[in-house]
């Protein structure tokens, strides 16, 4: 008896530090995982619009006391013929074009998608007040400001993602974690919506200038390059075709009811990109959606460079799992997971309100919500990767961003 | 013998050490708030409803909620009332022109309320009922004298979500047979009936105008007491996320923003003692301490913005919303804030201010630094006649108390002159950035909190 008492004691230290340890190794996840609310080493502007109705005005900061570079790439993800839908029969072109910006210390900046920014080292604006000893032409106009660099325009039609690395002056990724931006999109009746880009972390630790950027910085695994994508998207939409609930009520077509309807339209990007050789990453999803019954509908898709559709047309067109004639409910909540073997995605959902047919379009973009991490999720924590046919090719689930040699 | 009653007590001691380490190193865990992660209180800044238009075009929220993990999980929530009032007006109810002393002076059905006020309105000049308030009267409040706030409880099943018009609550979740008579019921017969077979139920705002807060705490499901998130698959870090919805409609010129919930994580597995005083970071977290600083990325008030190659300019203003992470829903006294606010704009060159707030703080960025209303708005250091750039980098710090962080969160909204919107305005919403950083901590106390361990209670 005196025996088993110690023993029993011994087991149940052992069994609860066994418990404990994981747990306590994963309570710091989330400091390394993709942040919409952190500065970054890379971050992402996944919907970036001007097709002649909307324009996207991109703003990036520098959050450090040091001089920031970094190399920016525009993904233009524009179906080929412009005439017709993007379909199987009319891809996305995936074109990328890059450029260079140029930060001081704590430095904001901004560029509108449609005209870019000049190079011009002040712009043509400088302060206020007595502007008679600061040279010449308009003083104070929008382009005011040390200039971040010459940033092109982007063409008319242009649809797709903005990208941005942190480098140190030889191009090489650094890995401070300055960056943070976000992205207005502006409708010429003047509607506006507002996201935060996703910044992946880095780790400063990390010694390889490498222009492979590999995803696979988390709680569990310290010694990675930048943040994994995450393992699972979430978010809370309203089905599709249902009617506004405020707009229903307080709006006012005719003197009845308006019929109000909302859409959500869904833009994922993949987390993967090789922009050396023009492959852009192509993952399918698989979409778990829950009514307000908690009942559960799905569906799923495939993300070739980017995607950028309504609810209702992901999947079976129609009447599909996102439509409120099936989900039953005004509410729905989507799980969005990469298949085994995929990489990850990350995206932004953006809500669009009429009061009724023809009348203005309210915009409300937002964040999505992340959960997991797409290295853990596909490996065993040792960069050893699970359902990866041959590991270290394509499809593997470890994302990585390849940018092109400067 | 000896030996072995020696390797038995050496190896203990090593399991004891060893968890010992383990239980500190999770209690030490170093994260942050985030609005884009699952957590165990959920926090909406900003609630606004506005059915007649008082204080701008007719305006209500619609409030989503969801429970991420594969349990069910139980919220209290707190519905916090932030509008401020006239100190020498009421109005009718039913015709918010009229003031009224009693609710025989308003027409048919009408109340006599008190008349909803902002500080800013006054300034311009607007009339009673409109946001203004009679001569010699003041706009009272937020939270004055007292925090005023609703609680309520929810019960979610599996993967549920819910939705909400802020003006209406919701007096019937979808599988709460007891209060829904056709409810069709969840799976497996889960329902929103709690543990104690209370409903699940939202009330709807306590005025209208309203302007406010919701607050809501995870709680386990059978004692209803604050706890950690129940997913293993997010560390047990909350179960709740959220977004808010704010949409205004006139005619059929509609105008919508919306912004994510911030949610704020369990510091651990194993943080929580399940009692009402909720340790928001500090040396002893139960949730992960509210950021030491907030960035804000904005275009500066009144900036003309031009886009679509140069076919459109527009003006452009911000507004910010803070609310205390530190605060006492036992006794419902407000709690107050500093902020100190560092400004840079796109030459680099650095301005700063500051401001104190209590309870709420709803703020045009050209009036922290100059009079509330229109006023001065061009001397103001967020104001583009003053910084010459169009955008500008805003670092937000919060000072320190004594026995609190007097950390706060917060939401950014622009409003854009446009055609096509309700009153001539467009609007967007987004979640600022943060910096994290340890500290004291701040605390959250509920009503079951007692002093000690709350320390905010007076």
Request: charged fraction near 15%; charge should be negative; include cysteine.
């Amino acid at each position: 008896m005196r025996m088993v008492k110690p023993v029993r004691v011994l087991w149940t230290l052992a069994l609860a530090a066994v418990v404990l340890l994981p747990m306590a190794r994963v309570a710091f996840a989330n400091v390394n995982d993709v942040s919409t609310e952190r500065s970054g080493s890379i971050i992402v502007f996944p919907k970036v619009v001007w097709d002649g109705t909307r324009d996207t005005i991109i703003q990036i900061a520098n959050t450090s006391n040091n001089l920031l570079h970094a190399r920016c790439f525009y993904v233009n993800a524009a179906p080929i013929n412009p005439l017709f839908p993007p379909g199987p029969t009319n891809p996305a072109q995936c074109n990328e074009t890059d450029f260079d910006v140029w930060l001081t210390r704590q430095q904001p900046t901004h560029w509108v998608a449609s005209e870019g920014r000049s190079g011009f080292v002040f712009g043509s604006g400088y302060g206020g007040g007595d502007l008679s000893g600061y040279g010449g032409g308009d003083l104070m106009n929008e382009n005011g400001g040390f200039s971040p660099g010459l940033i092109p325009p982007v063409t008319l039609g242009f649809i797709g993602e903005l990208k941005c690395v942190q480098v140190d002056a030889s191009d090489a990724p650094l890995r401070t974690n300055a960056l943070k931006g976000e992205a207005t999109i502006r409708s010429l009746s003047g509607d506006v919506s507002q996201y935060n880009a996703v910044a992946f972390q880095g780790n400063p630790e990390f010694g390889s200038t490498s222009n492979d950027l590999v995803l696979d910085l988390t709680g569990n695994h310290t010694d990675g390059e930048y943040s994994a994508c995450p393992d699972t998207l979430l978010f809370n939409h309203f089905a599709e075709g249902a009617s506004d609930m405020v707009i229903n009520q307080l709006g006012d077509c005719g003197g009845s009811p308006c019929p109000a309807p909302i859409s959500t339209e869904l833009t994922l990007v993949p987390c993967s990109q090789n922009l050396e050789n023009q492959v852009f990453g192509k993952v399918t999803v698989q979409f778990l959606i829950f009514n307000e019954f908690e009942q559960p509908f799905s569906t799923s898709t495939t993300v070739s460079c980017f995607l950028n559709l309504p609810l209702n047309q992901i999947g079976a067109p129609g009447n599909n799992s996102f439509t409120y004639t099936v989900l039953g409910t005004l509410g729905a909540y989507t799980r969005i997971n990469p298949n085994p073997g995929n990489g990850g995605v990350i995206g932004v959902a953006e809500e669009l309100r009429s009061a009724t047919s023809g009348s203005p379009t309210a915009a409300a973009i937002f964040n999505l919500h992340t959960e997991g991490n797409r290295f853990d999720a596909a490996s065993n924590g040792k960069g050893q990767l699970l359902n990866c046919p041959t590991p270290g090719q394509a499809p593997c689930a470890t994302d990585q961003i390849i940018v092109p040699e400067p | 013998m000896s030996t072995m009653t020696g390797h038995l007590r050496r190896t203990i001691l090593i399991g004891v050490f060893a968890t010992l380490a383990v239980a500190g190193a999770v209690r030490l865990a170093r994260a942050d708030v985030a609005s884009d992660k699952p957590g165990a209180i959920l926090v909406f800044p900003k609630i606004v409803v506005d059915t007649s238009g008082v204080l701008g075009p007719p305006t209500d929220t619609e409030i989503q909620i969801t429970n991420t993990s594969n349990s069910v999980i139980s919220a209290r929530c707190y519905l916090i009332d932030a509008t401020s009032h006239c100190s020498n007006a009421k109005v009718c109810s039913n015709e918010r022109t009229t003031q009224c002393t009693s609710d025989s002076g308003c027409p048919d059905g009408g109340s006599c309320i008190a008349a909803a006020c902002t500080v800013a309105a006054i300034a311009n000049g607007a009339a009673v009922g409109e946001g203004g308030c009679p001569a010699g009267g003041i706009c009272v409040g937020p939270c004055n004298p007292r925090l005023v706030e609703n609680d309520f409880r929810m019960t979610l099943t599996k993967r549920q979500p819910v939705s909400w018009k802020a003006s209406e609550g919701l007096p019937s979740f979808p599988c709460d047979p007891l209060t829904n008579p056709e409810a069709v019921g969840c799976p497996n017969g889960l329902s929103n009936v709690g543990s104690d077979g209370s409903p699940s139920r939202v009330p709807r705002v306590q005025e209208d105008p309203f302007i406010g807060e919701i607050k809501c705490v995870e709680v386990d499901p059978s004692t209803f007491q604050p706890s950690t998130g129940l997913d293993p698959i997010n560390n047990f870090a909350g179960d709740l996320k959220g977004e808010a919805t704010i949409v205004s409609a006139s005619g059929t010129a509609v105008d919508a923003r919306k912004y994510n919930a911030i949610g704020i994580q369990s510091a651990g597995p194993f943080s929580n003692n399940n009692d009402d005083t909720l340790a928001v970071g500090g040396p002893a977290p139960e949730y992960n301490g509210c950021p030491k600083a907030l960035i804000v990325d904005s275009l500066f008030d009144n900036a003309p913005v031009t886009t679509h190659s140069g076919g459109l300019t527009n003006e452009v203003v911000t507004d910010l919303t803070f609310v205390p992470c530190t605060e006492d829903l036992a006794t419902q006294s407000p709690s107050a804030a500093t902020l100190q606010f560092t400004v840079y704009n796109e030459f680099e060159q650095r301005f700063s201010t500051s401001i104190g707030f209590s309870c709420f703080k709803e703020v045009q960025l050209s009036d922290i630094d100059s009079r509330p209303g229109s006023f001065g708005n061009a001397q103001s250091i967020f104001n583009f006649d003053v910084q010459g750039t169009l955008s500008g980098q805003i670092k937000i710090r919060p000072v320190p108390g004594a026995a609190t962080d007097n950390r706060v969160l917060a939401v950014s909204e622009e409003f854009w002159d446009c055609t096509g919107g309700p009153d001539g305005r467009c609007s967007a919403a987004t979640n600022v950035n943060l910096i994290p950083g340890a500290g004291n901590g701040d605390q959250v106390c509920l009503e079951g909190a007692t002093t000690p361990p709350c320390m905010i209670m007076h």
